[in-house]
C-alpha cells in the first residue's frame, strides 16, 4: 500500500497554473462550505451566484495567487466577501425582516417551508437587529468568525487588513451585538487564542 | 450569554450543498468545453475570458507511481545564450512604432489556440473584449458568438484593457527601475495584500512574462526593458527550436531555477519534471504563445497525470483592434 498525501491548496494552485483541470480539486475542496457560508449570508439561491462568481474569479486570478499561502481558504473567502458586498441591501433586509417578524427569509431559502415558519427567537432577532445596523466591514469580520470559523490571521489575510484592525472591527462588532441583547457592551473579553 | 455562541447558533441548519446542487455548480464553474475556455494558465491573461475547464483530474488513483528516479525523454530544443538573445529581442522591440490607443467602444480581438495535454486536438477560442471593460464575447471553434456584460469587481483586482494600458504606460522604462519594480510587484499589489513568500526572482519572472502576454499592446520601450529585465535575472534560459500550439518554432524564454509555481518544475531529487516556455518569434520576437513540455511523467498523487513527451501549449493566431463584436480585423 503507498501512502499518498493529498498536495495542498497552494501545490493543487501551481499545478492549475499549468494545467486548467486541476482546478476542479481546488472546486471540490472548498465549494462545499463556502457555500454553506454565503447561505447562511443570502440564502442558497444568491449563494450559487456567488460561489460560481467566486470560482470564476479565483480561476482567472491562480497566477496571482501567492503560493507561499498553503491553504486557499482565505484567499476564497476574501473573493467572496467582495461578491456578498454587492448583495448588501438584500442581506441587510433579511435580517431588518427577521427582526421585526421574526421570519428568516433566508432561513426558508434552505429549509422546509413549514419548518421554517418557525419564528426565530428572540436573542436571534436581536442579533439580527444588530447585524442590520454593523458596517458592512465590522459585518464582515464578524461573520468570518463566527460563521466560517476564521482565526483573526485568516481574516486579515482574506480582507487584505493587518490583524489589529480586524480586532477592533471585532471588538467594535461584538459591543453593538452584546448592546442588542441587552449585555453590559464593555464585557467583551477579546479571544487572543484565536489570533 | 455569549454573544459569539449564540451567533453561532443562528442559521446554524443551513446545509451544504446537496450533490445535484453542487455538480450544477462545478458545470456552471468548469464548463466543460466550448463555453470559456481560459487560455493560458501558466502566465493568466487578466482580461481572457472565464476560466474554464474540461477535464476533471482524478486525484485519488489507485495506481502505484513508478519506482525510482524518473526517465527523461529527449527534446529538440537546444539552449542558447539567453543575454544575447535577450538583448537582441529588446532591440527589435523598441524599434516599433507605438500601437494607436484605441477608443473606448472599440473591442480587442485575440484569436487563440490551446492544446492540453491529454487531448489530441488543440482548440480555438475567438475573444473580443470591448476598450473600457464592460462587454465581452467569445467564439468557441465554430460555435456561435456568445456575448456577456462585464461587471468590474469592487476591488481593482480585474483592469479593464483600458486601465491595463494605463498600469503599463506608469511603468518605469529603465530596466534595472523596472525588476526592482516587479520583484516587489504582487501584480496586483492592492488585493490579495499577501505576505511575501514568492522568490522576488521568481515573481519578476512571473510578473514579466504576464505583461508579454497581454491583449493590450506593451509600448515599444517598455517591451524593450521587459526583455533586459529578464536578461538580469539569474536562472533565465533561452532555448530555440520551441513550438507552440500551432507547431511554429520560436525561441522559448524558461526560468530554470524554478519556484513553486512559476518556471521549471523540479522533483525533490532536483531532476526537471516540466519546464514552461513564453514562445516568442526567432526574429521578430512577436509573442507567439506558451508551452509547458512535460520532460518527466507528472505526477498528482502517485498517479501519472501527464506523461513525459506530453505537453500543453497555446499560440497566439491573429490579434487586432474592430468596432464590433464577432468582427475580424482587416475585413
Known sequence: MIAQTEPDDAEVIARARRDPAVFSVLFDRHAPALHRYVTRRLGESLADDVVADTFLAAFRRLGRYDTAHRDARPWLYGIAANLIGKHRRAEVRAYRALARTGTDTVAESYADRVEARVSASAAHRELAEALAVLSPQDREVLLMVAWADFSYQEVALALGVPVGTVRSRLHRARRKTRAALGADPSAVVEEDTRG | ?331
Do not use: C
Request: no cysteine; hydrophobic share 40%.
Open chain 2, 1 to 331: 450569554m455569549d454573544d459569539l455562541k449564540l451567533l453561532n447558533g443562528m442559521r446554524a441548519d443551513a446545509p451544504e450543498p446537496g450533490a445535484d446542487r453542487l455538480d450544477a455548480l462545478r458545470a456552471r464553474v468548469l464548463r466543460p468545453r466550448r463555453r470559456f475556455r481560459l487560455v493560458p494558465s501558466l502566465l493568466v491573461t487578466v482580461s481572457a475570458a472565464a476560466g474554464a475547464v474540461a477535464v476533471t483530474v482524478v486525484v485519488n488513483g489507485a495506481v502505484p507511481p513508478p519506482q525510482g528516479a524518473r526517465p527523461s525523454v529527449a527534446v529538440e530544443t537546444r539552449p542558447m545564450n539567453a543575454a544575447v538573445v535577450l538583448v537582441r529581442a529588446a532591440q527589435v522591440s523598441e524599434r516599433r512604432a507605438l500601437t494607436p490607443e484605441p477608443r473606448a467602444d472599440q473591442w480587442l480581438y485575440r484569436k487563440n489556440m490551446v492544446k492540453q495535454p491529454n487531448d489530441a486536438a488543440p482548440e480555438t477560442q475567438e475573444s473580443w473584449t470591448r476598450y473600457d471593460g464592460t462587454r465581452r464575447a467569445v467564439r468557441w471553434g465554430r460555435g456561435p458568438l456568445e456575448q456577456f456584460g462585464s461587471t468590474p469587481d469592487p476591488d481593482d483586482d480585474d483592469l479593464t484593457p483600458r486601465e491595463y494600458a494605463a498600469r503599463l504606460a506608469g511603468l518605469p522604462t529603465d530596466p534595472d527601475r523596472l525588476l526592482a519594480h516587479v520583484r516587489g510587484d504582487r501584480h496586483w499589489e492592492t488585493k490579495p495584500r499577501w505576505d511575501t513568500g514568492e522568490p522576488p526572482d521568481a515573481r519578476a519572472f512571473r510578473v514579466l512574462s504576464v505583461y508579454l502576454d497581454q491583449e493590450v499592446p506593451v509600448p515599444p520601450r517598455l517591451r524593450g526593458a521587459i526583455f533586459r529585465a529578464l536578461a538580469r535575472i539569474p536562472g533565465v534560459r533561452v532555448d530555440s527550436g520551441v513550438r507552440d500550439a500551432a507547431g511554429r518554432a520560436g525561441i522559448g524564454i524558461a526560468y530554470e531555477r524554478g519556484a513553486p509555481g512559476v518556471g521549471t518544475e523540479h522533483d525533490t531529487d532536483g531532476q526537471v519534471i516540466s519546464r514552461s516556455y513564453l514562445v516568442l518569434d526567432a526574429t521578430t520576437y512577436e509573442f507567439l504563445g506558451t508551452r509547458v513540455d512535460y520532460v518527466r511523467d507528472e505526477l498528482i498523487n502517485g498517479e501519472i497525470a501527464f506523461p513525459a513527451g506530453s505537453f500543453y501549449a497555446t499560440a497566439e493566431l491573429a490579434k487586432g483592434i474592430v468596432d464590433k463584436p464577432g468582427e475580424l480585423p482587416g475585413s
